[in-house]
């Protein structure tokens, strides 16, 4: 299933998108969360006729550190022995075509395309693997947007990965999904019809797997329903500038876009 949460006429709501390709779908609504009985109100929309929301809002973000050997590289960074994990607010969460804002203070700003883990109803607390697979509820896309030059100049990541608007995710929640040899793929440019490939990858070559890497936090912080894993970024990472349009698409969950502004 494809679970969404959507603006409409009415307010706000959870939904099932269903139909087949990029044009035709539609958004059923559904009476509570997804985490619960999935039960239909009966309303429908077109897909286009309703704005797409993060779709589901966490309690922390989750990031994983340098979880693709060729990124590492690229960075100048060893591969980690043990998965590097940091924290992203909550509040730098947005959806699709939400605008990442990038503010003054930095002079470079990267995209970091990877897909993210959505915890489910049971959570994660000291969980083994066999635990850590059943607590998963689906994935998403994720962008752990960056801001690079202060990454490296700060002793800790925080700011650099905390800006308000700098954790795209969306377009919706897919559950049921096989990622253990998906695509990751971003793309860039000034021309949204004519974007530039700046980075492919293939979950498989991911260095902890996704049952790993929740195991691993959940024995650091308790996983709550709804909480993200963003699983790390392959190579390719690059500079994006306000005026740039950013699209990361996952094989088997969709494409998640959002443009650059300036915040200031």
Avoid at 185 to 207: A, F, H, S, W, Y
Wanted: proline content about 7%.
């Amino acid at each position: 299933m494809r679970f969404a949460r959507f603006v409409h006429a009415g307010g706000v709501s959870f939904g099932v998108v269903e139909g087949d390709g990029s044009s035709g779908l539609t958004v059923a609504e559904i009476d509570a969360t997804p985490f619960q009985e999935v039960r239909f109100t009966g309303q429908r929309w077109a897909l286009p006729d309703v704005r797409l929301l993060a779709p589901i809002f966490p309690t922390k973000v989750i990031g994983i550190g340098r979880n693709y050997a060729d990124h590492a590289a690229e960075m100048g960074n060893e591969v980690p022995k043990e998965p590097l994990i940091f924290i992203k607010p909550n509040t730098s969460v947005i959806g699709p075509n939400d605008a990442i804002r990038i503010p003054s203070v930095t002079e470079r700003v990267e995209e970091e395309a990877e897909l993210a883990v959505v915890i489910g109803v049971s959570g994660a607390r000291r969980v083994d693997r066999a635990g850590a697979e059943k607590a998963i509820f689906g994935y998403t896309v994720g962008n752990d947007v960056t801001a690079r030059d202060l990454q490296r100049k700060d002793p800790q990541w925080t700011r650099a990965k905390g800006f308000d608007s700098f954790c795209p995710i969306g377009p919706w929640i897919v559950t049921g999904l096989d990622v253990s040899d998906v695509e990751v793929r971003c793309e860039v440019g000034r021309d949204p019809e004519n974007l530039e490939v700046r980075q492919i990858g293939r979950t498989k070559d991911m260095v902890f797997d996704v049952p790993s890497l929740i195991s691993y936090v959940s024995h650091v912080m308790t996983l709550l329903p709804g909480d993200i894993i963003l699983t790390g970024t392959p190579a390719g990472v690059s500079q994006i500038v306000p005026g740039d349009t950013v699209s990361v698409s996952i094989q088997g969950i969709g494409e998640l876009r959002n443009p650059v502004v300036a915040l200031d």
